[in-house]
């Protein structure tokens, strides 16, 4: 089992910057993907930027430039660093670990991270 821990959210003026964490615990593999995702109400959730453990990363094109996402395997922690936000960014942040190859029982969440960015 894993457990994804997030933390960092909170409410910023548009222009600002957040940096999100997450830890991870249980068993944790040198190939689990790690990513953060984000949910806006009444909008489906989407996938934001993952990270391999060997630094591979991939960034929604509505963040790209903007976003910035790190990991430290040792501390098994991932890591979102958000500078330029703007309101539409306003949704809870998701912490995800995807094991490939399993499917949907191997995605985990956290319980998630409000972020809130004002005009």
């Known amino acids: 089992q894993v457990q994804l821990v997030e933390s960092g959210g909170g409410l910023v003026q548009a222009g600002g910057s957040l940096r999100l964490s997450c830890v991870a615990s249980?068993?944790?593999?040198?190939?689990?993907?790690m990513g953060w995702a984000r949910q806006a109400p009444g909008k489906q959730r989407e996938l934001v930027a993952t990270?391999?453990?060997?630094?591979?990363?991939n960034y929604a094109d509505s963040v790209k430039g903007r976003f910035t996402i790190s990991r430290n395997s040792a501390k098994d922690t991932v890591y979102l660093q958000m500078n330029s936000l703007k309101p539409e960014d306003t949704a809870v942040y998701y912490c995800?670990?995807?094991?490939?190859?399993?499917?949907?029982?191997?995605?985990?969440w956290g319980q998630g991270t409000q972020v809130t960015v004002s005009s």
């Open positions: 249980g068993t944790i593999f040198s190939t689990d993907v």
């Open positions: 995800n670990l995807r094991r490939p190859g399993l499917g949907i029982s191997g995605d985990y």
């Open positions: 990270i391999t453990s060997g630094r591979t990363t």
